[in-house]
């Protein structure tokens, strides 16, 4: 019986792998660099079957790409190491990661358009998934990093990232490159600030090693923020940036509004009809040559406030308040940029005003 047993066992562990890295940072292989045996592979194509990239389950037309490698007249590059792989119509790639039930997770990934304008990528963790649309270009060498969430709804999940799409040619895909997986703690409202998560400092995983910071989708394609407490309440992103790259007001992390009115976060919190609160915070430039007239708009409830930043695109910020007087049990806090903003170094990436060290405190009427 015991033989018996351990021969289950033996099978079962080897028809997939689970990711065995509790750490936050890459999953198995996530950066592709292990990849097919030559004899799994037709060009860039592989054939090998559905194991034959290390530590991943493929299906579908999925290329294994170098960095460097010509498509007719386009350059494929890969932003970190030497390898990533491509994903054509309907084909996805896949891993199992071992998870804390109930606890949440994002997942944060590199992603390329290559031919097609309308590329997307369905992103999942059973029961939650979300379709994440790649029309918009933030920066201008192609590559932008994205995050997604979700609960864990069991000890070990499958994470699986699929192209939807039908191109005339099925090499039309995204090529994906260094997945990764971070712990999210879900932060609490504090004596010294109503809101949640008010100085961004939990958020997705950052790529150490890159300087583009990490995209947060709009609410509508993920039901778990990947930026505890708040939602991007809007069509296009906000991304995540960290102090090692960019110029942060306060602590290690920030959120930059690089979309204009089309990128919002917002926080709905718990107010006292009738008293007055007072909403302070930090509006800068992230010193990465976002220059000219930036300008914040904040929301608390019905009141606003616009808050002018002349940006020389080398860092620094100011602080601003809204003081206002709450008309409900829960009031909707809200900030979005006025303006759409090139970097004046490369009017391809968009860029745009700084938010951080928000904090929202109940005062005294004078």
Same mark, same amino acid.
């Given at each position: 019986?015991?033989?018996?047993?351990? *021969? %289950? +066992?033996?099978?079962?562990?080897? %028809?997939?792998?689970?990711?065995?890295?509790?750490?936050?940072?890459?999953?198995?292989?996530?950066?592709?660099?292990?990849?097919?045996?030559?004899?799994?592979?037709?060009?860039?194509?592989?054939?090998?079957?559905?194991?034959?990239?290390?530590?991943?389950?493929?299906?579908?037309?999925?290329?294994?790409?170098?960095?460097?490698?010509?498509?007719?007249?386009?350059?494929?590059?890969?932003?970190?190491?030497?390898?990533?792989? &491509?994903?054509?119509?309907?084909?996805? =790639?896949?891993?199992? +990661?071992? =998870?804390?039930?109930?606890?949440?997770?994002?997942?944060?990934?590199?992603?390329?358009?290559?031919?097609?304008?309308?590329?997307?990528?369905?992103?999942? =963790?059973?029961?939650?998934?979300?379709?994440?649309?790649?029309?918009?270009?933030?920066?201008?060498?192609?590559?932008?990093?994205?995050?997604?969430?979700?609960?864990?709804?069991?000890?070990?999940?499958?994470?699986?990232?699929?192209?939807?799409?039908?191109?005339?040619?099925?090499?039309?895909?995204?090529?994906?490159?260094?997945?990764?997986?971070?712990?999210?703690?879900?932060?609490?409202?504090?004596?010294?600030?109503?809101?949640?998560?008010?100085?961004?400092?939990?958020?997705?995983?950052?790529?150490?090693?890159?300087?583009?910071?990490? *995209?947060?989708?709009?609410?509508?394609?993920?039901?778990?923020?990947?930026?505890?407490?708040?939602?991007?309440? %809007? *069509?296009?992103?906000?991304?995540?940036?960290?102090?090692?790259?960019?110029?942060?007001?306060?602590? &290690?992390?920030?959120?930059?509004?690089?979309?204009?009115?089309?990128?919002?976060?917002?926080?709905?919190?718990?107010?006292?009809?009738?008293?007055?609160?007072? +909403?302070?915070?930090?509006?800068?430039?992230?010193?990465?040559?976002?220059?000219?007239? +930036?300008?914040?708009?904040?929301?608390?409830?019905?009141?606003?406030?616009?808050?002018?930043?002349?940006?020389?695109?080398?860092?620094?910020?100011? &602080?601003?308040?809204?003081?206002? =007087?709450?008309?409900?049990?829960?009031? &909707?806090?809200?900030?979005?940029?006025?303006?759409?903003?090139?970097?004046?170094?490369?009017?391809?990436?968009?860029?745009?005003?700084?938010?951080?060290?928000?904090? *929202?405190?109940?005062?005294?009427?004078?």
């Amino acid at each position: 019986m015991a033989s018996l047993i351990f *021969l %289950s +066992l033996l099978l079962f562990s080897s %028809s997939f792998h689970v990711s065995s890295s509790f750490s936050d940072g890459l999953v198995a292989n996530g950066n592709f660099e292990l990849g097919p045996k030559p004899s799994d592979m037709n060009g860039t194509v592989v054939i090998g079957g559905r194991r034959a990239i290390p530590e991943w389950e493929i299906s579908g037309f999925v290329e294994y790409i170098k960095s460097g490698q010509k498509q007719g007249d386009m350059l494929l590059v890969v932003p970190e190491g030497g390898f990533a792989v &491509r994903l054509g119509n309907e084909a996805s =790639v896949k891993q199992k +990661l071992k =998870v804390v039930k109930g606890m949440y997770y994002s997942i944060s990934f590199v992603a390329a358009r290559t031919c097609a304008q309308e590329e997307q990528l369905n992103v999942s =963790v059973s029961p939650h998934s979300g379709l994440l649309p790649m029309q918009t270009l933030y920066s201008s060498n192609g590559w932008d990093a994205y995050a997604w969430a979700f609960k864990a709804q069991f000890p070990i999940v499958e994470m699986l990232i699929h192209n939807p799409g039908v191109e005339e040619d099925p090499a039309c895909g995204p090529l994906i490159d260094s997945v990764a997986i971070k712990a999210l703690y879900p932060p609490r409202p504090t004596n010294k600030n109503i809101l949640k998560n008010g100085g961004f400092e939990e958020g997705p995983y950052v790529f150490p090693n890159t300087s583009w910071g990490v *995209l947060i989708p709009p609410n509508i394609e993920d039901d778990h923020s990947p930026l505890p407490g708040w939602m991007v309440e %809007s *069509l296009k992103a906000v991304k995540y940036i960290d102090s090692n790259h960019f110029s942060v007001p306060q602590g &290690r992390r920030a959120v930059e509004l690089v979309a204009g009115k089309e990128s919002a976060i917002a926080q709905v919190v718990r107010t006292v009809p009738g008293k007055s609160y007072v +909403l302070s915070f930090a509006v800068g430039d992230a010193k990465n040559s976002c220059e000219g007239s +930036l300008i914040v708009e904040a929301f608390a409830g019905k009141d606003t406030i616009k808050v002018p930043y002349e940006s020389k695109g080398k860092g620094g910020f100011k &602080r601003a308040a809204l003081k206002f =007087v709450a008309v409900g049990p829960r009031t &909707r806090i809200m900030f979005l940029s006025t303006f759409y903003t090139m970097r004046s170094d490369d009017y391809s990436s968009l860029c745009g005003p700084v938010i951080d060290d928000v904090k *929202l405190l109940s005062v005294r009427k004078p």
